[in-house]
C-alpha cells in the first residue's frame, strides 16, 4: 500500500509542514484544486473565506480515497472535519476491502 497525500496548498508550504511532522509519505500539492475539482470534494462552504492570509476557497472535504493499482477508486472515507483523521486501522480496513 501506497499512501499520499494531496493539498491545494504550493510545495514550500507542504515541504515545512511534512518537515515539522517528519511524514514519511508524499504530500502533492494541487495549487488551484483541478484535482480537487475532478474528484468533486471541494467544499463549497469555504469559498470565500480565510484563515490568516490564506484563502481556503481551494479547500476539499476531508477523507481519503482507496484505489486499486490501475487508479479505479475502492473506497471513499470522509470527516466532517479537517482536523479529524482516519485510523491506521480504518485505512487498512478500507485497503483489504478494495483488494
Known amino acids: 500500500m ?3 497525500a494531496i493539498s491545494y496548498d504550493p510545495v514550500d508550504t507542504l515541504k515545512g509542514f511534512a518537515d515539522k ?3 514519511t509519505f508524499p504530500l502533492l500539492s494541487d495549487e488551484g484544486s483541478k484535482t480537487i475539482d475532478a474528484f468533486g470534494i471541494r467544499n ?3 469559498n470565500g473565506k480565510k484563515y490568516g492570509d490564506n484563502d481556503l476557497s ?3 472535504h476531508p477523507g481519503t480515497y482507496v484505489l486499486d ?3 479505479v477508486i475502492k473506497a471513499k472515507l470522509f470527516l466532517k472535519k479537517y482536523q479529524e483523521r482516519h485510523s ?3 485505512l487498512l ?5 478494495a483488494e
Open 2 to 4: 501506497t499512501v499520499v
Open 21 to 23: 511532522k517528519s511524514l
Open 44 to 46: 463549497e462552504m469555504m
Open 58 to 60: 481551494g479547500v476539499p
Open 69 to 71: 493499482k490501475d487508479g
Open 88 to 90: 491506521g486501522e480504518e
Open 93 to 97: 480496513e478500507a485497503a483489504k476491502a
